[in-house]
């Protein structure tokens, strides 16, 4: 079974940069999709951005341009760089991954997901 730890979280200013990463650990799977996704405090958790084990991306609207994901399969590592922070951008972030799954359509939807961190938090102030 594969664990995921986050990591990378801090309090910015608003303008800053974060480079967020996952280290995956044990069981490896070949067939997968990894995402990251975030909650606010009083909001439902939302999707960030996804990349799939053919290297498909995609992110949500509120920060494409902004966040760019990635991946390193010989780390076993997912990163999430996070340029120009906002306040709004504050927020628990979550990895997870479909864990052995292939996914396919829209790679952002939760329901792929099955395995979770435990968080990492970035606090962007004004």
């Known amino acids: 079974q594969v664990q995921l730890a986050e990591s990378g979280g801090d309090s910015v200013q608003a303008g800053g940069s974060l480079r967020l990463s996952c280290q995956a650990s044990g069981y490896m799977y070949s067939s997968y999709c990894m995402g990251w996704f975030r909650q606010a405090p009083g909001k439902g958790r939302e999707e960030v951005a996804a990349i799939d084990d053919d290297g498909t991306i995609r992110y949500a609207d509120s920060v494409k341009v902004r966040f760019t994901i990635s991946q390193d399969n010989a780390e076993d590592t997912l990163y999430l760089q996070m340029n120009n922070l906002k306040p709004e951008d504050t927020a628990m972030y979550y990895c997870?991954?479909?864990?052995?799954?292939?996914?396919?359509?829209?790679?952002?939807?939760?329901?792929?997901?099955?395995?979770w961190g435990q968080g990492t938090q970035v606090t962007v102030s004004s």
């Open positions: 997870a991954t479909s864990g052995g799954q292939s996914c396919t359509g829209n790679l952002l939807l939760e329901n792929w997901y099955n395995k």
